[in-house]
């Protein structure tokens, strides 16, 4: 079946320092990948998307890129704030009914 | 911009009581989704309607869940009586066909 493996947290980062969130799938078919972001006590928030092979999504600074050749969708942001602190989640959406599998998430935490 | 709706934000209850949650999913969004997030792990989709029908209901406890969206708008997930183990957040979500879903605040169960 159709998986989603992040790397283990937390993660801790000083303030601009250079994030890399790694996320690996497996699917069949041609998934759609996105990252989610949830701040403390709140839902999810989609932060990014890509639908197909080398697609580049982007928002608020942090980007992935769709490699269909690595089956990855890491999530990087060159220079992190102490806000970015929250918990991110890798997923992938297949099929017609509309899916959404997710990863076990990844907790940032960035420090002054 | 618009969102998802969800009531309450918060409920404490003690075992052996009955609890229902609310959920307004974006407006146009024909599918709707129910999801339980139990405390540091992803998401688990507990059910998922396409317009007022039931797409996937196979990971909802049916013994003591359920959940209607009764003129394929707005929904209700219910459980009676609740356990201990229940305790989570439980989250809506709505999408438009093959597309993005959009997450709610989340409604934050404690179960006594």
């Known amino acids: 079946g159709d998986s989603v493996t992040q790397m283990e947290g937390p993660v801790t980062l000083s303030e601009e320092a250079f994030l890399t969130i790694n996320c690996t799938y497996t699917a069949t078919g041609y998934p759609s990948l996105f990252w989610y972001v949830q701040y403390p006590g709140e839902g999810l928030q989609l932060l990014l998307k890509a639908t197909k092979a080398d697609d580049k999504g982007s928002n608020k600074g942090f980007e992935a890129t769709y490699r269909k050749e690595t089956t990855s969708f890491h999530l990087e942001k060159g220079s992190v704030q102490v806000s970015d602190s929250a918990v991110y989640f890798c997923?992938?959406?297949?099929?017609?009914?509309?899916?959404?599998?997710f990863g076990t998430g990844t907790r940032l935490q960035v420090t002054l | 911009e618009a969102e998802v709706a969800q009531s309450p934000r918060y409920k404490i209850t003690e075992k052996s009581q009955a609890v229902a949650f609310w959920c307004d999913p974006i407006?146009?969004?024909?599918?709707l989704y129910w999801y339980r997030q139990i405390l540091g792990q992803g998401p688990e989709l507990l059910v998922q309607f396409q317009d007022e029908s039931v797409v996937d209901d196979s990971q909802l406890p049916k013994d003591r869940f359920s959940a209607e969206r009764l003129k394929g708008v707005d929904s209700t997930l219910k459980i009676q009586p609740a356990e201990l183990g229940d305790s989570a957040m439980y989250l809506c979500?709505?999408?438009?066909?093959?597309?993005?879903?959009?997450f709610g605040p989340g409604t934050r169960l404690t179960v006594l």
């Open positions: 979500a709505s999408s438009l066909p093959s597309a993005p879903q959009y």
């Open positions: 997923a992938l959406l297949t099929g017609t009914a509309s899916k959404l599998t």
């Open positions: 407006s146009g969004h024909a599918t």
